[in-house]
């Protein structure tokens, strides 16, 4: 478990993070979301015992960060912003290493390692110096020492940086497997790898917590939540399919993205447009190219409990 008590970080006049406090337990994964300068790397770096805090305490499975911060980084894997590396090893040597600096047994190592190379399939850039790979490469050899001792709580700072789609896909189900038996905290821009991994948010702004709560929750809280979108196939049917389903009292209000095409039907309260919606269409024999419901939109709550301010 993580507990965080009344965490606060002072740099001069700036307060950076203002009493935060929260815990989270084993099988969480905690998507942790602000905007630049909220707070969110400064708490992390805390976490890890990276930064001490100006007031307030953490601990790391029951160890205190600041008395005990041998036993508690012991069980933490530490992915920060950047993934520093040294650029002039290759990833085998480097993570040799690490595992020997984690104190992984000789008799345990190469197992081990083959293990994480395998995951992270690192395999076929193992003899290159890291100064030579891509930036998902090194991205991925970053998550790879934070891997290698197979810590009980992972501190991940934007894991998926820099990686293309299919290797954002493969990080993402490694976060997820590794979540059944682990505690998983993941600093992020990308409100999609919180609806793609966490079973938990928490949004931070100057320094405060906003909102905590599941990503779920977070959705029902937009004003798209139980919203219908739909397109017609004829774009010139638009504005009088906006009319008549207007009309319905189910609906509150309709708008058009005058970019997509598309029209969405807002739900009145406690309404769910959708049947309706779609009753009317057959009736009238419109021919839709997308009607679909809308489960909420995290970028809207997020500039919402923000005050504004961007990802």
């Not at 100006?54 to 036993?71: F, K, L, N, Q, Y």
């Not at 912003?81 to 190592?109: D, H, K, Q």
Request: charged content about 25%; aromatic content about 4%; overall charge neutral.
């Amino acid at each position: 478990m993580i507990d965080c008590q009344g965490l606060t970080k002072q740099y001069g006049p700036l307060r950076a993070v203002d009493n935060l406090t929260f815990k989270v337990q084993a099988g969480e994964v905690l998507g942790f979301l602000g905007p630049n300068g909220a707070g969110k790397t400064t708490t992390m770096r805390i976490i890890a015992g990276f930064l001490d805090a100006t007031a307030g305490r953490v601990s790391v499975c029951g160890h205190d960060v600041e008395s005990e911060p041998t036993a508690a980084k012991r069980c933490i894997g530490y992915l920060p912003e950047g993934a520093p590396t040294y650029p002039e090893m290759t990833p085998r040597s480097f993570l040799e290493f690490v595992a020997e600096a984690r104190g992984i047994p000789p008799a345990r190592r190469r197992q081990r390692l083959q293990e994480v190379f395998g995951l992270l399939h690192l395999e076929h850039v193992l003899d290159q110096s890291i100064e030579t790979l891509s930036k998902g490469y090194r991205r991925r050899v970053g998550l790879a020492q934070a891997i290698v001792h197979d810590p009980e709580v992972l501190i991940l700072d934007e894991p998926t940086d820099g990686l293309d789609p299919n290797q954002k896909h493969e990080v993402r189900q490694l976060i997820g497997n590794m979540a059944k038996s682990k505690l998983v905290v993941i600093s992020t821009h990308m409100l999609e790898e919180v609806d793609a991994v966490c079973n938990r948010a928490i949004i931070i702004a100057h320094g405060k917590i906003c909102v905590d709560d599941t990503p779920a929750a977070l959705e029902a809280r937009s004003r798209f939540h139980n919203a219908v979108s739909m397109k017609p196939a004829d774009a010139t049917k638009l504005a009088s399919i906006r009319n008549a389903v207007a009309k319905l009292a189910e609906v509150a209000s309709t708008e058009i993205d005058s970019v997509s095409g598309r029209l969405t039907a807002f739900p009145a309260q406690g309404k769910l447009p959708l049947r309706p919606i779609s009753a009317l269409a057959e009736q009238n024999g419109w021919e839709l190219a997308e009607l679909h419901l809308e489960s909420g939109r995290l970028d809207e709550v997020f500039r919402t409990v923000t005050g504004g301010a961007s990802a």
